[in-house]
């Protein structure tokens, strides 16, 4: 196969088509050219008209290829519009799973800070409660330094370490035995012939007090509320409470 031939293979159809035209017009034109000159009106007419009857068969030929050249690319056009469209939804669906995971992690940290600011604040609030609670408990009461408040500051002692007895129990031996006196002594009975005089509120002897003093108080028979509990102390143990008594013991 020669060169020029194979050439001629590779031409598309539509280039064919018009180039068919284009020789068929050509060819009109050489044959109207070699019409004798005393050739009749009518016999050039007819040659010409015989010579270009092929021409728009071959015209529409190449013009309906241009309109499928056409058609192709307008779906092309469409196909790639289509392409971008879809691509575009593919973006979109991508954001929108992207905002809905933002939003989900934003919501599971939001859940997860306000626990933990509820944990803090639980934490702090017990904080405070037990710091509020060891300042009562270091915080003394305030007693009156009179034979009411001692009575009362010994009972407070007394609950504490289990020892029963009552403000009226502790009161009415207080008075019968010292008259509230914190200073009173017995210098005349038999304890003190032996020594070991009977002292303060409730006439505790020093071997009675030693032995049924309550640790945290004054070691003194003569303070007054180590005196009362010591000997609340002892009553409880001989005659199960100092509201038992109600003479000499």
Do not use: C
Not at 51 to 76: D, F, K, R
Not at 148 to 156: D, R, T, V
Not at 224 to 234: E, H, R, W
């Amino acid at each position: 196969m020669t060169a020029s031939s194979t050439t001629g293979n590779r031409l598309k159809k539509s280039h064919k088509l018009s180039i068919a035209g284009v020789t068929a017009v050509a060819a009109a034109a050489v044959s109207f050219s070699l019409i004798p000159g005393n050739a009749s009106a009518e016999s050039q007419s007819k040659n010409v008209a015989a010579s270009v009857s092929t021409a728009p068969a071959a015209w529409n030929i190449a013009n309906g290829s241009g309109q499928a050249a056409a058609a192709h690319e307008s779906l092309t056009k469409q196909d790639n519009i289509a392409d971008r469209v879809a691509e575009i939804h593919a973006k979109q669906g991508s954001a929108t799973a992207t905002v809905k995971a933002d939003a989900k992690d934003k919501t599971a940290a939001e859940k997860k800070a306000t626990a933990k600011a509820k944990a803090a604040e639980k934490a702090k609030k017990r904080a405070a409660e037990k710091t509020k609670a060891n300042r009562s408990a270091d915080r003394k009461p305030a007693y009156a330094n009179n034979l009411n408040g001692w009575i009362k500051e010994a009972l407070s002692i007394m609950k504490k370490e289990k020892i029963p007895g009552t403000y009226e129990g502790l009161h009415r031996n207080i008075i019968r035995e010292s008259s509230g006196d914190p200073r009173a002594i017995n210098n005349w009975d038999i304890n003190a012939k032996n020594g070991v005089p009977s002292i303060g509120l409730l006439q505790v002897i020093k071997p009675t007090f030693d032995a049924y003093h309550v640790k945290g108080t004054p070691d003194s028979q003569y303070h007054p509320v180590a005196n009362i509990v010591a000997a609340a102390n002892y009553a409880a143990d001989r005659y199960g409470s100092i509201d038992n008594v109600d003479s000499a013991y």
